[in-house]
């Protein structure tokens, strides 16, 4: 999901560039990329950086526009970028920042010139996987108990009924046959 929000914020990265070119105004950055973020992910946060400054052209917190980026993951890339190397234009990473374990996905856009940059809170990511593990693993145990449950009365009834029918048996197989017309009609009737 953040490759696919960075892919498509690269796309107005390349409209704004080919409206604008290289002065593409701080108020457009504001305007298109202020709004996005991962919904219910409160520590998720998009910034675009320059490549080769490896200044941040947008970030949420306004005292960090201007500055060059922290994030060690996407200077490396900025700094593989301007040293010639290879590099994926397109990827996912974890790190550390902060001591906060972190996802970050970004693209490069308009010929290597600017990475987007979505980056969030690994646990925030996986707080929602762990609640639907939680309910899955607790819908699971009660579901087997259920199950369990219906298995032992059924089993009972039948080992119940079995029994009787194996006592008649005995009794008829020992030429006991006075006695037990009530229980031989019983049985005959069941199905």
């Given at each position: 999901?953040?490759?696919?929000?960075?892919?498509?914020?690269?796309?107005?990265?390349?409209?704004?560039?080919?409206?604008?070119?290289?002065?593409?105004?701080?108020?457009?950055?504001?305007?298109?990329?202020?709004?996005?973020?991962?919904?219910?992910?409160?520590?998720?946060?998009?910034?675009?950086?320059?490549?080769?400054?490896?200044?941040?052209?947008y970030h949420k917190t306004a005292e960090k526009i201007g500055q060059p980026v922290s994030n060690e993951v996407i200077l490396?890339?900025?700094?593989?970028?301007?040293?010639?190397?290879?590099?994926?234009?397109?990827?996912?990473?974890?790190?550390?920042?902060?001591?906060?374990?972190?996802?970050?996905?970004?693209?490069?856009?308009?010929?290597?010139?600017?990475?987007?940059?979505?980056?969030?809170?690994?646990?925030?990511?996986?707080?929602?996987?762990?609640?639907?593990?939680?309910?899955?693993?607790?819908?699971?145990?009660?579901?087997?108990?259920?199950?369990?449950?219906?298995?032992?009365?059924?089993?009972?009834?039948?080992?119940?009924?079995?029994?009787?029918?194996?006592?008649?048996?005995?009794?008829?197989?020992?030429?006991?046959?006075?006695?037990?017309?009530?229980?031989?009609?019983?049985?005959?009737?069941?199905?």
């Amino acid at each position: 999901y953040l490759k696919g929000l960075t892919t498509s914020s690269r796309d107005i990265v390349e409209t704004l560039y080919e409206k604008y070119s290289d002065n593409i105004p701080d108020n457009e950055w504001k305007k298109y990329f202020s709004d996005i973020k991962v919904e219910e992910l409160p520590s998720s946060s998009v910034c675009v950086v320059d490549v080769k400054t490896t200044n941040m052209l947008y970030h949420k917190t306004a005292e960090k526009i201007g500055q060059p980026v922290s994030n060690e993951v996407i200077l490396g890339l900025c700094n593989d970028i301007n040293a010639g190397k290879n590099f994926e234009k397109d990827a996912y990473v974890e790190y550390k920042f902060d001591g906060e374990k972190k996802i970050v996905a970004y693209s490069v856009a308009v010929s290597d010139k600017y990475v987007i940059v979505i980056s969030a809170d690994k646990k925030d990511i996986t707080s929602c996987v762990n609640i639907i593990i939680v309910k899955s693993v607790a819908f699971s145990l009660i579901s087997m108990f259920i199950i369990l449950g219906a298995a032992v009365f059924i089993s009972t009834k039948v080992m119940k009924q079995l029994d009787e029918v194996t006592e008649v048996v005995q009794q008829l197989g020992r030429l006991e046959l006075n006695g037990n017309d009530e229980k031989v009609e019983e049985l005959c009737n069941r199905k």
